[in-house]
């Protein structure tokens, strides 16, 4: 058994997360095959990324003094609460036919700012209710957490949509987020200092932006992450290859979304049980590299039995640099600091894939989600062979003592 899932408190928000990341998922697949049927534009695909990026990384450095100022669990609840809110209104506007591009635009701005708030008190709290030998383990069984969701949620979403529609999408996120707010105030482990004075001002969040800035390689995975993920992001085009490219239909759609998250169960399970590498360096980068080649391919595809273990590749790749790069910030960080530090990761985590979803929208619409998809894996593959270079961040190193250090 992973040492994370010895510790009770950690159990219990393994679990409420594994199904309310599940129901998450029916209402992204939902959203994205929504408003392609109701406008038949990839660029409105893209334009659901933007409407997510623009609020959630202008409020995430936010959400991380939110993180650190108030009780993280509390926090957690009042943001799955209005989550929830949000999903039954699409899904109320949805039967009664009153559905529309705008309103979709809206949701998901609220859902993204509602991810800036839950995303930095969610990381933060893992360090709280674990001891640190176990945190890389708990580290990755939360990215294979995240992906058992986006494995059976798009899958299962994908044959909802094809014979009840995206309603019961939306009812069933709402539905799943239940068990996460049941199991929260469950949680005994005291989380953090509560509220103090001044814990919540501009002199705060320069102290954790201050932080990043004085530790070099850990800026750089931050803008590593996000260079990948803005280039390397396919997701709004799964739609278009779904319909359109492979034909494949709603039901394929939701495999091909589950195909990348089927890799990254598979990468996080196994460093859950293993452990992570020393080398954390060398191992984000090779990661990154297979991404690159495995999106190459998948772009030039015209078979769907193909581009699904393409897409698993993306995932294992993702995975083995999203573990390494979280290990590296959470064992740098005090924890007096780790909201802060953790939304400003997100801020790259996050707002890559969100405004990487509108740029592939924007190009696939130009000249086509093939050249959208290409044209991200050879940038991506043209920035790690940038980075490989670099010495300081090639020869990166952790020491799971007393934090992660930079070593040749």
Known sequence: MPSALQHRDFRLFYFGLVVAGMGTQFTTVAMAWQVYELTDSALQIGLLGLARAVPQMGLLLFGGLLADAVERRRLLFAAHCVQCAVSAALAALTMMGAISPLHLYVAAALLALLTAVETPARQALVPNIVPRESLASALALNTTMRHMGTIVGPSLAGLVLAFSGSAWCYTVDALALLPLLAVLPMIKTQTQVVFRAGAFSLRALREGLDFVWTHPVMLTFMLLDFGVTFLGNTRALMPVYARDILAVGAPGLGLLYSAESCGSVIAATVLSVRGTATRAGLWVLIGVAIHGVCISAFAL??????????????????????????????????????????????????????????????????????????TGGVATLLLVAALSAVPSVRGFRLRFGAGAVAAR
């Open 301 to 374: 595809s015209p078979w769907f039995w193909l581009s699904l273990p393409l897409l698993v590749g993306v995932g294992i790749s993702n995975t083995i640099g999203a573990v390494m790069r979280n290990t590296i910030n959470q064992l740098s960080t005090p924890d007096e600091l780790r909201g802060r530090v953790s939304s400003a990761n997100s801020v790259f985590t996050t707002g890559g894939p969100q405004l990487g979803q509108f740029r592939a929208g924007t190009v696939a619409e130009l000249w086509g989600a093939p050249v959208a998809a290409l």
